[in-house]
């Protein structure tokens, strides 16, 4: 009987764990045997291996490699890339299968892998199915080969052969040490860009700020730098560089779901009638600006990989969550890249004076960042399910129950779903003013209270 691994590291989206702990080159091994042994039996012959910038990176891509080598699948190794173009490799190179091993925004002693296997990104019960055949010992034999290959030139050329900008422009770019560092730069150059460059040297042990643009804090950099040259649009870039955070001028953060509006404008032009998807946790007025731009608007689930199987199945030409993933499937592969959004942003923006003007045009209401309350591993599931069983809303139009609880109200929302990587409830509230979020909020703390006396609410 093989040895259990730690169950903790299969998350819903992807394997995320502590290095050296929960996550050792021995595991990975493992790992990548049973990764081989699936794409063996889904009729696969090669999966392009690539990695972010973390330190342990090189050790874990090369004990993946060795174990899916002996299930018999080759390896093509495309080095220590964003996690994007790992999976433009599985494209570009014709295998349809690949791993990239990152960390994404967690600090910098986690890694973790995230898996695509013949075209199909790994997620829920695929992700514990593969813990389980490993386990169990369901795995092939063979001797597969490695090789290597650059997609970088060709990634910069699919991008610049099908955007141009209307004009030069001057950005920050501010790549938090992350990978994208490494390609950002050269990428918005070749566009036509006057580039401030921060923090772009990729340095795994991210010695000036944590490489995650959805928190505030660490766009300070952005708006400092905007705020004493003379670049007029500021762009931050995650971890492993599949989130894009937008800055303008004068230092106002434009959120994902903001920025979605924009994109969603422009997709629509050429699609009209289309489904654009977006995730529980964006504005309500989302939908209304997608209805008025020709679209349907489709709220669904959370999470990367869930967001890319509603893409898949419905066909849309555009998808996006608040978390800053962009997934666009016209004119391009339907994969989150905060590289490609960054350049597709510029592109629509290049076609004005002042992009921060046009930004800052989009619809917008009062609302609350993402709240967390801290909880014990499982907790937050049964929460939830006490809360959908007895909760009564006060004012409640519309209860939505498609990833925790989404509250609607007639003049604003409330949100409570459970996390799918850590034992967190995440909140979100937004209304049309600060009264009517005090009174929602107010709504939602009572109805928390009564099912968990004492719970520590962190609004």
């Not at 490799?89 to 002693?109: E, K, Q, R």
């Not at 050429?270 to 600006?289: N, S």
Request: charged share 25%.
């Amino acid at each position: 009987m093989n040895t259990p691994l730690p169950a903790e590291i299969f998350k819903a989206y992807d394997i995320r764990g502590i290095v050296g702990k929960t996550l050792t080159a021995d595991i990975v091994r493992r790992i990548g045997h049973g990764l081989g042994s699936l794409a063996k039996e889904r009729g696969q012959r090669a999966i392009a291996v690539g990695r972010d910038g973390r330190l342990s990176g090189p050790e874990l891509a090369g004990a993946l490699a060795e174990g899916i080598c002996a299930a018999g699948i080759d390896v093509i190794d495309v080095g220590c890339v964003p996690t994007p173009l790992t999976y433009f490799a599985a494209y570009h190179l014709g295998c349809h299968s690949c791993v990239s091993v990152t960390g994404s925004h967690n600090p910098p002693d986690y890694n973790g892998l995230k898996m695509v296997v013949g075209g199909e990104t790994l997620s829920g019960p695929a992700i514990q199915a593969l813990r389980e055949r490993i386990e169990a010992g369901r795995l092939t034999h063979g001797a597969g080969t490695r090789t290597q290959a650059d997609v970088r030139a060709a990634y910069l050329e699919r991008i610049l052969s099908d955007v141009k900008l209307a004009r030069p422009m001057k950005i920050v770019i501010d790549a938090g040490n992350g990978v994208a560092g490494g390609i950002a730069p050269e990428l918005f150059r070749r566009l036509g860009c006057e580039t401030t460059e921060l923090f772009c040297e990729v340095d795994g042990s991210f010695p000036n700020h944590h490489p995650d643009p959805s928190k505030p804090e660490n766009l300070r950099d952005v708006v400092a730098a905007l705020a004493s040259g003379d670049a007029e649009l500021g762009l931050a870039f995650d971890g492993d560089g599949d989130r894009l955070g937008v800055v303008t001028k004068d230092g106002e953060i434009i959120y994902p779901d903001r920025q979605l509006m924009l994109f969603a404008a422009d997709v629509l032009a050429r699609c009209p009638g289309q489904q654009i998807i977006y995730d529980v946790k964006c504005t309500r007025l989302l939908a209304p600006w997608i209805r008025q731009h020709g679209g349907e608007p489709l709220m669904w689930q959370t999470g990367h990989a869930l967001i890319k199987a509603k893409l898949k199945e419905t066909g849309a030409p555009l998808a996006g969550e608040m978390s800053g993933h962009v997934f666009f499937k016209e004119r391009w592969f339907g994969f989150d890249d905060g590289l490609y959004a960054g350049v597709r942003l510029l592109e629509i923006l290049s076609r004005s004076a002042d992009p921060s003007a046009v930004l800052q045009a989009l619809p917008n209401s009062e609302s609350t960042p993402e709240l967390n309350i801290k909880m014990a591993e499982g907790e937050p599931f049964a929460l939830l399910d006490d809360l959908k069983r007895d909760a009564r809303f006060e004012g409640a139009r519309e209860i939505i129950t498609i990833d925790g609880l989404r509250v609607e109200y007639a003049d604003g929302f409330g949100l409570a779903r459970p996390s799918n990587t850590t034992p967190v409830v995440v909140l979100r509230f937004e209304a049309d003013d600060a009264a009517a979020l005090a009174r929602i909020q107010e709504d939602f703390r009572r109805v928390l209270t009564t099912a968990r006396p004492g719970l520590a609410l962190p609004f």
